[in-house]
Nanobody, 125 residues
């Protein structure tokens, strides 16, 4: 079993930055593809970013390209989401997810095997 714990959310002004962390414990984290998703009130779960097990392949949702960066530290068993130029439309509950079979990431949340509880990000003035 794998446990994922997100942290780093909070309230930030428009234009501000946050760094989310996802700490993994349990089974071998380094072989897993990882993703970040978010869900805003009244909206569907949205793909934010993904990274493969090696860390040399990443992808981003169209709404966050150029502003967010995903990275991973396999020694610390942690995945990060660096968020810059935050806007009110980025307000959501952010989740990290792990994919155990292929070591890559997917744009659909259905492909992931493990999920964290989420961390809230609120962008407001």
């Amino acid at each position: 079993q794998v446990q994922l714990v997100e942290s780093g959310g909070g309230v930030v002004l428009p234009g501000g930055s946050l760094r989310l962390s996802c700490a993994a414990s349990g089974r071998t984290f380094r072989n897993f593809g990882m993703g970040w998703f978010r869900r805003a009130p009244g909206k569907e779960r949205e793909f934010v970013a993904g990274i493969n097990w090696v860390g040399n392949s990443t992808a981003y949702g169209d709404s966050v390209k150029g502003r967010f960066t995903i990275s991973r530290d396999s020694v610390k068993n942690t995945v990060y989401l660096h968020m810059n130029s935050l806007q009110p439309e980025d307000t959501a509950l952010y989740y990290c997810a792990a994919e155990r079979t292929s070591g890559t990431f997917y744009y659909t949340w259905l492909a992931y095997d493990y999920w964290g509880q989420g961390t809230q990000v609120t962008v407001a003035s």
